[in-house]
C-alpha cells in the first residue's frame, strides 16, 4: 500500500543539505520544560542515519499553536538543548526558519552538522499552505524529508506545498515505521483482528467505527460511547453521558456488524459514580441495573473478564480511546487494565490517540506494545480509512 515512495534509504544523501521535517509539537510545562520527549526521541534514527551518511542535517518542526506570530512562549529553541543531549553532538539553533540569516547559516554549514529551525507557524502562510513560503523553505535543502508523522494530515507549506519546489521529497523512518505497523494491522493483518475503540462521544468515532467494520473481527465499544448504543438498543443507563443524535447511527452499525459477521461487544458491567469526581461514592453494577441517580464511569471486573476473553485468540490488536474517565483514580481501573491485556497478548498491538498513549505509559506497559503511534490526529484519520495529504507530497519510486 505504501511502498511505492521514495525513503531516506533511497537517496544519496553524502554532502547534501537535507531539509527534514520532524513533529516536534511536545508537551511544555509552565516554566517553558519539555515534560516528553518521546516525538524527539522517535527521529533520531532518521537524524543519526544522515550524520553517519555525512549529510547537513536542517531540521523544521512547529510547536503549539502561536497563530502566525512570533511568541517566546511557542520557541523550539528547548527542544534544540534537549537534541544536544540526546545526540550527544552540538546543534545549532536558528533565529527563524526563512529568511537571509539562516539562509547563510545554512550555506556555511559543513558536512555532519546539525540546525534545527525556529517554530514554522510562527508564519501564518505555513498554515495558509502559501507557496512563496514553502520556496522559501524549499531552498534551505536539496533534498526534502518528511518525518511528521503527527502533522501529516494537515495540508501546510511544510508537509504538502513544499513538493513543488524541491525533489525529491522522501519518507523519513519514523513515517515509515507509523506506515509500516499501520499496514500490518489493518491492510494486511492477521486475523483474527480485534479493535477496542474508547472514549466519550460516539460522534467523533463514528468515522472509525464504520471503516473498523471493514477490517476487523472483532470490536469492542468501551467509554461513554457504549451508553450510546446501550440506551438506543432501548434499555436505561441512568445518568451515564449518551449522544441521543447518534441513536439511529448506533443502530446502524450494530446492524452493519452483524451482516459483516463482525462480532460486536459492549461492556456486560460499569463502575458508576454520582458525579465524576474523586469523591463520589462508586458502585460496580451490570449495566441492567444502572438507576438514575447513577453515571456510569468505568467498565467494571466482569467487562474486563470479557475482554480476556475477546483477545485470547487475536493476532492483532488495535486500541484507541480510554475505557472510562481514566483521569480519576475511581475510574481508570478498565482503561490500566486493557492496557495490561494486550501488553501480555502476544498479538500484534499498535495503539495510538492521546489519552491512550498516556494510559499506556501510565500503566507502565510500553514495552508490552508492538506499536505506539506518535501521531494522535493523523493516527485517527489513517483508522477512518483516510489518506493522508503529505503522501501526495512524496515522491514516486518510478517518477
Ligand atoms: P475521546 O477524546 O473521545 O477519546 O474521549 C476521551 C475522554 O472520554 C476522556 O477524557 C475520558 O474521561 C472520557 N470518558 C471515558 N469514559 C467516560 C464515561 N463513561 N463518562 C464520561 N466520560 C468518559
Redesign the pocket.
Known amino acids: 500500500m505504501f511502498d511505492g515512495y521514495l525513503t531516506l534509504g533511497d537517496v544519496d544523501v553524502k554532502g547534501k543539505r537535507v531539509l527534514v521535517r520532524v513533529d516536534y509539537n511536545v508537551p511544555l510545562d509552565e516554566f517553558g520544560n519539555i515534560v516528553d520527549d518521546v516525538r524527539i526521541r522517535e527521529t533520531i534514527p532518521t537524524i543519526n542515519c544522515l550524520l553517519d551518511k555525512n549529510a547537513k542535517v536542517i531540521l523544521a518542526s512547529h510547536l503549539g499553536r502561536p497563530k502566525g506570530e512570533r511568541n517566546p512562549k511557542y520557541s523550539l529553541k528547548p527542544v534544540a538543548e534537549r537534541l544536544k543531549r540526546l545526540l550527544e553532538t552540538e546543534v545549532k539553533f536558528a533565529p527563524d526558519c526563512v529568511g537571509e540569516e539562516v539562509e547563510k547559516m545554512v550555506n556555511s554549514m559543513k558536512e555532519g552538522e546539525i540546525i534545527l529551525l525556529e517554530n514554522l507557524r510562527f508564519h501564518k502562510e505555513e498554515e495558509e499552505n502559501d507557496p512563496s513560503f514553502a520556496k522559501a523553505l524549499a531552498s534551505l535543502g536539496d533534498i526534502y524529508v518528511i518525518d511528521a508523522f503527527g502533522t501529516c494530515h494537515r495540508k501546510h507549506a511544510s508537509m504538502y506545498g513544499i513538493k513543488d519546489f524541491i525533489n525529491p521529497v522522501v519518507m523519513g523512518f519514523l513515517l515509515e515505521r507509523e506506515l509500516k505497523y499501520f499496514e500490518q494491522a489493518l491492510v494486511n493483518p492477521e486475523r483474527p483482528v480485534v479493535a477496542f475503540i ?4 460516539v460522534s ?2 463514528l468515522g472509525i467505527i464504520k471503516h473498523l467494520l471493514n477490517k476487523v473481527d472483532k470490536i469492542f465499544i ?3 460511547m ?2 450510546t448504543f446501550i440506551k438506543a438498543m432501548g434499555y436505561h443507563t441512568g445518568s ?2 449518551v449522544e441521543e443524535d447518534m441513536f439511529e447511527e448506533a443502530l446502524y452499525v450494530l446492524e452493519e456488524a452483524k451482516k459483516r459477521d463482525v462480532k460486536f461487544y459492549l461492556p456486560v458491567d ?1 463502575v458508576c459514580g454520582k458525579e ?1 469526581s474523586e469523591k463520589t461514592p462508586v458502585i460496580e453494577v451490570p449495566w441492567q441495573e444502572i438507576t438514575d441517580d447513577w ?4 467498565i467494571g471486573k466482569a467487562s474486563i473478564q470479557l475482554i480476556k476473553e475477546i483477545i485470547k485468540d487475536a493476532q492483532t490488536i488495535v486500541w ?8 480519576i483514580d475511581q ?1 481508570k481501573t478498565g482503561t490500566f487494565s486493557l492496557a495490561h491485556e494486550i501488553a501480555n497478548s502476544p498479538a500484534l498491538s499498535i495503539a495510538g ?1 492521546g ?1 491512550t498513549d498516556y494510559a499506556i505509559h501510565k500503566a507502565g506497559v510500553v514495552d508490552g506494545i508492538s506499536y505506539i503511534s506518535t501521531g494522535g490526529g493523523a493516527f485517527l484519520k489513517l483508522l477512518e480509512g483516510k489518506t493522508l495529504p503529505c503522501l501526495n507530497a512524496i515522491t514516486n519510486k518510478t517518477s
Open positions: 474508547g472514549g466519550a462521544k467523533s468515532k468501551g467509554g461513554a457504549a451508553f451515564s453521558l460499569f465524576i453515571i456510569g464511569l468505568d484507541n480511546g480510554p475505557m472510562g474517565v481514566f483521569e475510574f490517540g489519552d
